[in-house]
């Protein structure tokens, strides 16, 4: 059966560790929303920090959520509609990987489930065992990360998850997979919507973009710059999140543009003095 809202005890967060998620910057994000928004979009969905924050905060709120990892987006969907399937499935790997932690790591990334449980299973395992919690896929879009170092690593969050099942059942948040540009035809004046987009490398980062088998380019970023000023002239609160780079400041340079340099820390560095001192920009029309 459906769990309503109400019978929701833990507040729900994002249930994978994803390469720049936002959880550490939320209360500034936070203080950087309008007052009041339409529809909330997010099209490059990740973790989802800032969703799950926003849905918190606002029970019934109505949303456009997407992300072109397909695999990310089914897990979004298993977790919604198959809740008890895929937290058994979780606690079978859960309890094949006490037994030996390494070959069964091994194995499990080299499967390829073909139901929409054992994928999702698959990808939340991996996740919480692999080394920093990354995910990363290679050219062929494989999954490449080795074996964390974790001695007791949380692998099925039951409470968490089932948080996360019951507020992305309500009907007024829609889950697609689709490029960005794909999904906010239908944005209008009053709507929100939160761009965070793969980074444009600056020379301080490593040059991270394989969340999927196609890299974020330049040309990707321009894009989405012609399209943040389309969704302006509609009326729409638009925010964007990026890093601190020239390439970045140049194509948001006109003055419809507020820029904040906001300082954040990397959990995804695997040299851990290059996690701290970072700065990145946030950018918004309103
Ligand atoms: C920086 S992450 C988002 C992190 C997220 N805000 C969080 O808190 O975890 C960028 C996301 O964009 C997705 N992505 C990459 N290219 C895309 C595209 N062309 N359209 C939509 N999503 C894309 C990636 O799969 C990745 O999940």
Redesign the pocket.
């Known amino acids: 059966m459906k769990q309503q809202y109400d019978q929701i005890l833990v507040t729900p967060k994002?249930f994978?560790?994803?390469?720049?998620?936002?959880?550490q910057l939320i209360p500034i994000i936070n203080q950087n929303l309008p007052e009041s928004f339409g529809t909330y979009y997010?099209?490059?969905?990740?973790?989802?920090?800032?969703?799950f924050h926003i849905l918190t905060d606002k029970n019934g709120q109505k949303c456009s959520i997407?992300?072109?990892?397909s695999d990310?987006v089914l897990a979004y969907t298993t977790i919604r509609d198959r809740i008890d399937s895929l937290i058994a499935s979780l606690k079978n790997h859960e309890k094949n990987y006490q037994k030996n932690s390494e070959s069964y790591y091994y194995s499990i990334r080299e499967s390829n489930p073909r139901s929409e449980i054992e994928k999702t299973s698959r990808l939340i395992f991996l996740n919480r065992t692999c080394f920093n919690g990354l995910?990363r896929v290679n050219s062929k879009g494989k999954f490449n990360v080795p074996l964390g170092k974790y001695s007791n690593p949380n692998i099925v969050n039951e409470e968490n998850l089932r948080a996360v099942s019951s507020i992305l059942q309500s009907s007024r948040i829609s889950i697609k997979c689709?490029?960005?540009?794909?999904?906010l035809r239908d944005a209008k004046k009053g709507d929100l919507i939160?761009f965070?987009?793969?980074?444009q490398p600056t020379s301080a980062t490593a040059n991270f973009?394989s969340?999927?088998n196609?890299?974020?380019t330049y040309d990707?970023l321009t894009r989405l710059a012609e399209l943040c000023l389309k969704l302006d002239s509609r009326g729409c609160n638009v925010l964007l999140?990026n890093s601190d780079s020239k390439e970045v400041a140049d194509i948001f340079a006109k003055n419809t543009w507020k820029i904040t340099r906001i300082e954040a820390n990397r959990s995804i560095n695997s040299n851990s003095k290059k996690r701290t001192g970072h700065f990145e920009l946030l950018i918004k029309n309103y």
Request: aromatic share 18%.
């Open positions: 994002p994978v560790k994803w390469a720049g998620g936002k959880r997010e099209p490059f969905l990740g973790g989802g920090a800032l969703l997407s992300d072109l990892n990310l995910y689709r490029d960005f540009e794909a999904v939160y965070d987009p793969p980074y973009t969340y999927t196609k890299d974020f990707d999140s």
